[in-house]
């Protein structure tokens, strides 16, 4: 079955000239090699000439680089310096290192740690176990929230007003015969999720392919990621993973202790809710 490409046509039209230069840099990453400019413009909405102008544009400014030899562009060094810094000052990886390698050690399974990207999950680590398993995930890439165990792990535990904006952005697309494709059921699975305290996905997102996994959650109870293990359906049954789940759950409670002094914007969503 064909996946869905990554870059939104939301990302492609964006507001003003900003939010079509990053639908550009989306589709170069998405395309995940250097491209030529015709692959480029066959994956946009933009007229030829407008993304030949970009692509100028962002290499004029070191945020693609193009080989002339070849004839392709590819992600420029100063976006990977900022990516690199963002890396560090906004995703939980670098807090979450030490619990990860430790929780990897005793389990001995593929697991991820992600943060919500508007209404997409963005994968920020990836630690694989002596049998990795092959998946569509992995560090950097962004996945649909709906049908995977991480995204509805860090949905359940949205407030209304952002569970309502995440909702919005879900396009309900049937990766498998078990992906949940309305509102209403992931919003049913939702609920459970928040009473039993983990999500699972099965076989939701790829066949072949099951989780379970917790929320990451600040003392104040605000969403600051998710963290799942992934197993092979027929290598490891619902049952395995389960017995993982209070491990998993002390992990995500360590990471969200060693975040409190991470310059996550907490104050900030507390003084909005207050009205100062």
């Not at 003003?16 to 250097?34: E, N, S, Y």
């Not at 997409?120 to 995977?148: I, N, Q, W």
């Not at 997102?205 to 379970?212: F, N, P, S, T, Y």
């Amino acid at each position: 079955m064909a996946k869905q490409t990554q870059v939104t046509q939301r990302e492609l039209d964006g507001p003003g000239t900003v939010g079509r230069a990053l639908g550009i840099l989306d589709i170069v990453a998405d395309i995940g090699r250097p491209a030529r400019a015709s692959e480029i413009q066959a994956a946009s909405s933009l007229p030829k000439g407008t993304v030949y102008r970009f692509l100028q544009t962002l290499t004029d400014h070191g945020m693609l680089s193009h080989d002339p030899h070849r004839r392709v562009y590819f992600i420029g060094a100063r976006l990977v310096r900022l990516a690199h810094v963002a890396w560090k000052q906004s995703s939980l990886a670098p807090v979450a290192k030490t619990h990860l390698d430790a929780l990897a050690s005793q389990v001995r399974q593929t697991i991820h740690l992600a943060q919500l990207d508007g209404g997409h999950v963005l994968y920020v680590d990836k630690l694989f176990p002596s049998r990795p398993v092959e998946m569509f995930s992995s560090a950097g890439k962004v996945g649909p929230a709906y049908c995977t165990g991480v995204g509805k792990a860090m949905m359940a535990f949205l407030g209304e007003d952002g569970l309502a904006s995440v909702m919005a952005q879900q396009s309900f697309y049937r990766f498998t015969d078990n992906t949940l494709t309305s509102p209403e059921a992931l919003l049913a699975d939702l609920a459970l999720i928040r009473k039993r305290g983990f999500a699972i996905d099965n076989e939701e997102h790829e066949r072949g392919i099951i989780c379970v996994a917790v929320p990451i959650l600040s003392r104040n109870r605000i969403l600051l990621g998710g963290l799942s293990i992934t197993a092979l359906q027929g290598r490891q049954d619902f049952d395995d993973l389960y017995k993982l789940v209070p491990i998993m759950q002390e992990t995500a409670t360590r990471i969200a202790a060693d975040a409190a002094d991470w310059r996550y914007p907490e104050i900030d969503i507390e003084t909005k809710e207050l009205g100062t």
